[in-house]
């Protein structure tokens, strides 16, 4: 049989090919790299880059499409369904991973590493007297999201001593509050009373643009805000507008709406943001679970 990759997985992962498949690896996530190869592929993953509807329409022996990650939505699912091909994903191998992203980035932020760093390297060592950087045990957390990722990122806030509250629909009201978590209906009313708000949904129509001007002015003036699901979420102009102008007072973000962002992108320049290369999930531990999961996922599909 045959896999694809639009980036190679960690040894581990490709480990677990060997005598099994040949495997075509593609060093970026641009389609003329691999189309011609996918015409004999049974498998496809995809780490970075797409699986659009050109690529399923044009892989006639495809069988199987796996993405290292729990989002799909750079895979076109519609369009795999109708063509019969199942799509394996990774629930729960990253949300270790990424949970303590979003808390080490509030931890950032609380102490004020970003600027205390920078002004100690220009010799500024009168920036200890500044009294910016705060205690995070107390503070309310409010969370977008309490799915997998959501729930662990506030199991560790709890465990350091913040309140912590949340919104997701699809979720009871009971279990959440079992979890020691103050349930809302309304995230527009979550935004209102929290010192941080952190994100944790899936990108869809429902989502895109969930914070805007008008969610970020109803936040308080102290407040900051935590991105480590997807870019789009956010209206990444109006958050660097809101940071510029002291509307709320920092943001942590992981994910950008077109990855990698120029470097002239605004949110790059934006005042009191800390910032990754949507690396949240990409530690040594999480990336061995992830292929591992998606391969493993791969293989059951093809061997029926
Ligand atoms: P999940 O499916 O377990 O949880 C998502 C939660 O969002 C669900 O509970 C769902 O009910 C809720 N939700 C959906 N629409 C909503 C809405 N309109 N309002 C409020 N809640 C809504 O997924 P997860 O594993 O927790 O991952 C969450 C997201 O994190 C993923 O979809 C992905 O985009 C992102 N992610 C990012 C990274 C990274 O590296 N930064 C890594 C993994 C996942």
């Known amino acids: 049989m045959k896999f694809v990759m639009t980036q190679a997985v960690c040894p581990e992962g490709m480990r677990l090919l060997e005598g099994k498949a040949d495997v075509y690896v593609a060093d970026h996530g641009e389609p003329d790299q691999y189309m011609d190869e996918m015409k004999e592929a049974d498998a496809f993953i995809v780490r970075i880059g797409k699986c659009d509807k050109n690529v399923i329409e044009n892989s006639p022996t495809l069988r199987v499409i796996g993405r290292t990650g729990v989002g799909y939505d750079s895979v076109d699912v519609e369009a795999a369904t ?23 980035m509030m931890f950032a932020l609380a ?5 205390a760093h920078n002004e100690l390297k220009n010799g500024n060592w009168k920036i200890r007297d500044a009294n910016k950087a705060f205690e995070l045990q107390g503070k309310k957390v409010g969370f977008i999201g309490l799915g997998a990722i959501g729930m662990e990122t506030q199991a560790l806030c709890k465990a350091i001593g913040m309140e912590t509250a949340g919104y997701d629909p699809y979720i009871s009201r009971e279990y959440v509050e079992e979890m020691g978590c103050e349930y809302y209906e309304d995230y527009r ?3 209102k ?32 805000l935590i991105n480590c699901s997807r870019g789009g979420i956010v209206d990444e102009k109006a958050l660097a507008e809101a940071l510029n102008t002291g509307r709320i ?48 996922g791969c293989l059951a599909v093809l061997n029926g």
């Open 249 to 296: 007072a920092g943001a942590g973000t992981d994910v950008f709406a077109e990855e990698p962002p120029t470097t002239d992108h605004p949110l790059l320049h934006a005042k009191n943001l800390v910032y990754s290369p949507h690396s949240a999930a990409q530690t040594k531990e999480a990336v061995i679970r992830m292929a591992d999961m998606c391969i493993r």
């Open 111 to 115: 102490k004020n590493f970003v600027e």
């Open 189 to 191: 009313e979550l935004l």
């Open 82 to 104: 109708r063509a019969g091909i199942p799509v394996v994903i990774t629930p729960g191998a990253n949300n270790r991973s990424v949970a303590e992203h979003a808390v080490g």
């Open 193 to 224: 009373v929290c010192d941080f708000i952190s994100i944790h949904v899936p990108l869809a129509e429902a989502t895109k643009g969930m914070i805007g001007v008008k969610e970020l002015s109803l936040m308080k003036k102290t407040a900051l």
